[in-house]
């Protein structure tokens, strides 16, 4: 899902609603990777929704995340359709609170 979404939360005893911007997430994936079940574990601990590619079964899958994202190890994260790299990468971006602002409220209603 990416676009804008609207989200209750409670403020203090009140009940607001405010809006989120909703980024799309995209990871490809392998079943047999280990760093992919961390990344889609730190996403989902994070509140976030993603699409998974599983590229396991494609004998090209290299070639094809090399030529989508400049790597070709998995898993490959993308935000909005921008390349942020695999695991580690998405670990950095939790440690400086970038997972949380993807979910941040941008307005109350
Ligand atoms: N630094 C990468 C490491 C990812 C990685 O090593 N993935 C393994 C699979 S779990 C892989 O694709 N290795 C390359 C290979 O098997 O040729 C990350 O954080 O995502």
């Known amino acids: ?6 989200q209750w939360r409670n403020v203090g005893s009140a009940i607001d609603v405010c809006a989120i911007e ?3 997430i995209t990871i490809y994936t392998a079943a ?6 961390a ?3 730190l996403l989902d601990e994070h ?10 079964d494609d004998p090209h899958f290299r070639e094809r995340l090399q030529k989508l994202t400049g790597s070709f190890t998995v ?6 359709g ?11 971006l939790a440690q400086r609170g970038e997972l949380d602002e993807l979910v941040a409220p941008t307005r109350s209603a």
């Open 47 to 56: 509140g976030l929704d993603y699409e998974e590619v599983g590229v396991g």
């Open 82 to 92: 921008e390349p942020v790299g695999g695991y580690m990468e998405l670990v950095l």
């Open 1 to 6: 899902m990416a676009g804008t979404a609207w």
């Open 32 to 37: 047999w990777c280990g760093y992919c079940r």
């Open 22 to 24: 909703v980024q799309k």
């Open 75 to 80: 898993p490959q994260i993308l935000i909005s």
């Open 39 to 41: 990344a889609k574990r």
